[in-house]
């Protein structure tokens, strides 16, 4: 069944009159007698948008100014409820993309992501809001992901038939295995629990998703950062590891570029050897072989073989240079 969206009725519940609209993307770009605007339906329980809408007005409170608010609902609350579906709307940042292949770029949204992580620090959700804390977790969840990867391997080696995907996983996975040990093992020598005490008591936030088309510069050249959807408290280093390893993907894991965009972090925001030594942890952790696989075999996604052969050939394709950034990486902080 396709489901209508009435714009016309979800603009007058956030105050204001839709004059023309244009779908973009998984969200609706609306012209209103109050300017541009978004309207996006969202999956998440009330006292989850109450998080994000309290840690982005505390984050602009604390002098971090340019990101997507939510526009208040006629009841004064950051959502809207139209036949049993929940909507929000945030004003319209005009801009463009960051490219993670422009120099200029990539210092512009590292700082600011170094400034993101000092303005959300002290961030505690009021009474109402939902608990998103992923602080301590991820040692469990390391040890999850590898169980997972040797029970996928124990299926896929039992099938009497085996897939193109099988025999393709099954040639690559102890690689894989041994390497997510290496992070692992990184991870419980490291000071990781004392990082997290203390990232604990300084209510330490992240974006979860900082990415290039979240990341949109504007005519002023300044960052706007969008789409605060998977934010939560966690260690700053996640945010920055995530967006070097997407970075990096394209500059054949440059370990140069690697230390160049920590140095730009550093300077608004100083890390020390232990986020150094957390970080190289993250490295090592095979995230993107563990998700393809997960979705693989645990039939999470309704993708045709051909789409999964495809997207693990594009991990695969990194393996080499990956694993000489990790010892190069290694060696420079130990």
Known sequence: MVYVINLDEIARGFGCRVLASKPM????MVQTDQGLAIIKEVFREPDKILYIHNLKEYLFESGFTCLDRYMLSVYQLPFLFVDNRVFVMERFIKGRECSFTNPFDREKIVKALARL????????????SASRNNIGKWKKSDSSKLNDLLAFKRLAKAKKKKSRFDRLFLEDVDHYIEMGWRGFDTLNHSQYD????????????????????????????????????????ELPVYDLAALILKILRRYSYDIDMAVQLMQYYHEVSPLNRDDCILMLSLFEFPQKFWRIAERYYNGKTD????????KYND???DKAFQADFIEEFRSRIL
């Open 117 to 128: 992580h000092l303005a959300g620090k002290g961030y505690v959700p009021p009474t109402g």
């Open 315 to 317: 991990i695969i394709c």
């Open 303 to 310: 993708w045709k073989e051909e789409l999964f052969i495809s």
């Open 25 to 28: 993307r998984a969200v609706n």
């Open 194 to 233: 004392v990082v997290c005490d203390k990232a604990a008591r300084d209510n330490t936030v992240c974006h979860h998703d900082y990415t290039y088309h979240n990341l949109i510069i504007d005519e002023f050249g300044n960052v706007n950062v969008i789409d605060f959807d998977y934010s939560c408290h």
